[in-house]
């Protein structure tokens, strides 16, 4: 199985609430990287979290991570239909970060 | 996207042809990388390239090719020993600790 997992797989909201994901993984990481993807698109970067951090924000993203339950969550707040996307969380299995791991995202769809 | 493009969009090959994916950056990243995504899936590394005229297998290197001649340019080469080629294909460069990832395309062998 890879090395990062995504849980939920697929994840329906309506606009204005809150979108939780979470990544399990399963060796150390530095670093723990989001990405999201809309439709037939390539990936956009959306956050790294370090191994020595706990929280990270950016915008109306929170990013935790728990080293020692080896996961992370991706927190969306008051989400709105242009984040309807599907979410991948990475980790790289080499200290020089080339070689990333994705797990199977998580698909989000927002109502309006 | 940005910086980095990939051609073209949708490519159609017969079975038993190779083809070759471009991907062009003019950020003077040295890193670079391709990816192939399969429906409803994450991405698995093909190959990597941290310098010019260097390239390492990435997991699933079997039936693709690589070369790295100029900095801007890494294409790849999906050869007729690669089984199930039809696929997402993604390219990325590296800048610190994250990669950018470019538009893809999308390889369909009939």
């Known amino acids: ?112 | 996207d940005g910086g980095i493009t990939q051609s073209p969009k949708y490519l159609f090959r017969k079975e038993g042809q190779n083809v070759t994916l471009s991907c062009e950056q003019n950020l003077n990243h040295d890193a670079m990388y391709w990816y192939r995504q399969d429906p409803g899936q994450g991405l698995r590394l093909i190959y990597y390239s941290q310098i010019v005229n260097d390239f390492q297998k990435g997991d699933i290197a079997e039936g693709y090719s690589v070369s790295r001649e100029k900095k801007e340019s890494f294409p790849l080469t999906v050869t007729s020993a690669q089984k199930n080629p039809t696929a997402f294909y993604l390219c990325a460069l590296k800048g610190g600790d994250t990669q950018y990832f470019g538009p893809g395309t999308r390889l369909t062998v009939l």
């Open chain 1, 1 to 112: 199985s890879q090395q990062g997992e995504e849980d939920p797989q697929a994840l329906s909201i309506q606009e204005g609430e809150n979108a939780t994901m979470n990544c399990s993984y399963k060796t150390s990481i530095n670093n723990l990287q989001w990405y999201r993807q809309n439709s037939g698109r390539g990936l956009v970067h959306l956050i790294l979290i370090r191994s020595n951090e706990r929280e990270k924000h950016s915008g109306r993203l929170r990013v935790t991570l728990d080293t020692s339950k080896k996961s992370s969550s991706l927190l969306i707040t008051a989400s709105r239909a242009a984040d309807t996307a599907s979410y991948f969380c990475a980790t790289a299995k080499d200290n020089a970060g080339n070689m990333l791991t994705f797990g199977g995202g998580t698909r989000l769809m927002v109502k309006p």
